[in-house]
């Protein structure tokens, strides 16, 4: 409303002036009137002429005047110009009255007020023709123009476009709306980030988590390969005739060793099965990982040392020898986390090295633990070293062997969220130096 009222008054201003200045070009326009000394000194002029012989017409065309030669009071042709408002003056040279002269000057009076009049009309014109353009660019500029705006600016919200900002001019009629609805552009802008940062959560969550759990399945598979063998091997010798079907001594009956081979390849397939279902998963979500919720907390560092004992009795070829025992104190660590990363570390050495992994465990003055886990295989090329823990990057020792290129690269993220660390070297075989945190 206030930009109306501004255009109100500014038109109304506009238009005082222009009378202002009409009525100046009025004022300064004048008619001029009759010269009576000029016609008196053409009067004598005549006198002159007419006594020099010149004739009545040539005195006429030379004076621009009518000669009328009577001496009577009321005559028709001199009434007519007395009526039309001529000059009429006396003709007498040498003082004897010959008759009338006349000077019909009222067309030319006519002609210039009629000029003056036109040229006032025409600035009249003028005038109000830029003021009508001043007006309608005002009201292009302050109404139609921020119109336009927001209708190409809705458009673009429309196709969903909302990187477009929208222009705010706070002095149009428009400024306190626009400005509205560029912060609702700029809401509904950070809740799709909002919206997509949480897929992306989800997604990474499900692809963390599926990577993670092959890694157990992996160890039940390996587990229930080792007992199929053992338990083939007893039913072997029950089919060579011996009467101590295990190599333990212990007897079994034939029907238990097949019901347990049956059980055994039933787990072994339903292990592979999930397998599968999360390597669905990996794949469906690898592209959007980029983070996980881990909670360090307080918990016994014993704890960690068991990890290793389990994968240890867990069947493999592969040995894990622990050199020494875990400090015991309290150390920061989401345990579920913890238990990941070791599996990744050992999974990691079991697939690529295949040897013997030593353990060892040792205080750092500034705080922390160090577990020191060494294989004895052909380690990692130097040049590639800075990249293991990349995301999806896999070295060129990983061959045709299955993985994501995910292991390493989340034990880094996990423990660098639960307040240690990781390092990781070649030292006759590939090191991994894993750095938690003390309380």
Same mark, same amino acid.
């Given at each position: 409303m206030k930009q109306v009222i501004k255009i109100l008054l500014l038109f109304t201003l506009l238009m005082t002036a222009a009378l202002l200045l009409i009525n100046m070009r009025f004022e300064k326009s004048e008619v001029k009137g009759r010269d009576i000394v000029y016609y008196n000194d053409c009067l004598l002029s005549m006198y002159d002429d007419y006594k020099?012989?010149?004739?009545?017409?040539?005195?006429?065309? &030379? *004076? !621009?005047?009518?000669?009328?030669?009577?001496?009577?009071?009321?005559? /028709?042709?001199?009434?007519? *110009?007395?009526? /039309?408002?001529?000059?009429?003056?006396?003709?007498?040279?040498?003082?004897? *009255?010959?008759? &009338? +002269?006349?000077?019909?000057?009222? !067309?030319?009076?006519? &002609?210039? #007020?009629?000029?003056? /009049?036109?040229?006032?009309? @025409?600035?009249?014109?003028?005038? #109000?023709?830029?003021? !009508? *353009?001043?007006?309608?660019?005002?009201?292009?500029?302050?109404?139609?123009?921020?119109?336009?705006?927001?209708?190409?600016?809705? +458009?673009?919200?429309?196709? !969903?476009?909302?990187? +477009?900002?929208?222009? @705010?001019?706070?002095?149009?009629?428009?400024?306190?709306?626009?400005?509205?609805f560029d912060t609702m552009r700029e809401e509904l802008k950070a809740a799709r980030l909002r919206e997509i940062e949480a897929g992306i959560a989800k997604k990474e969550m499900v692809a963390a988590l599926s990577h993670d759990i092959k890694t157990p399945i992996a160890t039940i598979q390996a587990t229930c390969e080792v007992l199929d063998m053992k338990y083939r091997r007893c039913l072997g010798r029950y089919e060579e005739g011996l009467e101590t079907a295990c190599e333990s001594g212990e007897k079994k009956p034939i029907r238990e060793i097949e019901d347990t081979l049956e059980k055994l390849n039933s787990i072994s397939a339903k292990a592979e099965t999930v397998n599968s279902i999360m390597n669905n998963l990996v794949h469906a979500t690898m592209d959007d990982l980029n983070r996980i919720e881990i909670n360090p907390v307080e918990t016994d560092s014993r704890i960690v040392e068991n990890y290793f004992i389990n994968l240890k009795n867990s069947g493999s070829d592969t040995a894990i020898v622990l050199d020494n025992h875990i400090p015991e104190c309290l150390i920061y660590a989401d345990t579920l986390r913890m238990e990941q990363v070791i599996d990744n570390i050992i999974g990691n050495s079991r697939k690529y090295a295949g040897t013997d992994i030593h353990v060892s465990f040792s205080t750092v003055e500034t705080g922390y633990i160090r577990i020191k886990i060494k294989d004895s295989g052909p380690g990692v090329r130097e040049d590639e070293l800075p990249l293991i823990t990349e995301k999806y990057y896999r070295g060129s020792s990983a061959g045709n062997k299955s993985g994501y290129g995910l292991g390493m690269y989340l034990v880094k993220m996990y423990m660098e969220k639960q307040g240690g660390g990781i390092e990781y070297y070649n030292d006759n075989g590939f090191v991994v130096e894993v750095i938690i945190k003390k309380v």
């Open positions: 020099n012989g010149i004739t009545e017409r040539e005195i006429e065309l &030379k *004076y !621009g005047c009518n000669i009328i030669f009577t001496k009577e009071l009321i005559d /028709s042709e001199l009434t007519k *110009y007395y009526v /039309s408002g001529a000059l009429v003056l006396d003709f007498s040279p040498d003082g004897n *009255y010959l008759g &009338k +002269v006349v000077w019909n000057d009222t !067309g030319v009076d006519l &002609k210039n #007020i009629k000029e003056t /009049s036109k040229n006032l009309v @025409i600035l009249f014109w003028a005038v #109000i023709l830029i003021i !009508g *353009y001043l007006m309608i660019f005002l009201i292009w500029y302050t109404l139609i123009r921020p119109v336009n705006e927001l209708n190409r600016f809705s +458009v673009e919200i429309s196709k !969903g476009n909302l990187e +477009v900002p929208l222009p @705010i001019h706070k002095n149009n009629l428009f400024g306190g709306f626009t400005e509205s």
